[in-house]
């Protein structure tokens, strides 16, 4: 069974770049990688709900911390099969963004921090009611928010296709966000946690050797 890996970070932090550049650098020293990205948008109802909640539609939905957080639960429950097939088959499943995304936006939302009541609701529905694959590992990159505030919005002048939601265009939220990450990677929520300073670019070949060898759990 290969290792299943969690990229996390705030929004613009670089993750789905990482992601691309872990890709590539697992591949060439031989390692067989897949990924997949949350939420799944334009594959799964739930994420096509959730992105449309973030741009002002359906009532007052995006309004409830719950709501959404049980919207982006259900995601990744219709994809549990498709995760342990992927780690079954390859020596790595990289995964941009995972359960700890909804555990730090939620918690932020609520204005509460890694030990806390929505956290603990996030496990219990995830983890334990829908059986989600524990990660051997989460890698945050961390960013300072206004690096990743400022990343975000080049990225959405830049692709009309990517343009900034209710979450990503709350800054207050994004510092908040980016407080209780640091907290979940300082408890080793779920499992390790590894930081990855994203300020400049990610060495992403080094990254990848820790992660085959001995360094990374
Ligand atoms: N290390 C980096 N330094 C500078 N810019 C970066 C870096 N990593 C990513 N970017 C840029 O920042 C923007 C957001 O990156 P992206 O990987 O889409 O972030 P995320 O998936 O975390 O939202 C993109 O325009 C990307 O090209
Ligand atoms: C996966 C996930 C994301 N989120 C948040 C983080 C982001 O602000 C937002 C959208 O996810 P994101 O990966 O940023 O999608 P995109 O950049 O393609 O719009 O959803 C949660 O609150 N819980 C989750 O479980």
Redesign the pocket.
Known sequence: MGRLVVIE????????????ALTAALAEVGASVATLAFPRYGVSVHADLVREALHGAHGDLGDSVYGMGLLYALDRRGAADEIRALRAGHDVLLL?RYVASNAAYQAARLRQGADSEVVRWVRDLEIERFGLPVPDAHLL?R?APEV?AA??R??AE??AT?ARDAFESDDGLQARCAAVYDELAAANWLSPWHVVD?????DAAALAADLLGTRLP
Do not use: P
């Open positions: 970070g705030l929004d613009g932090a670089g993750k789905r770049t990482l992601t691309d941009d990159l960013v990743a990343r975000a080049g990225r830049s692709d990517r994203g300020a400049d670019r990610v």
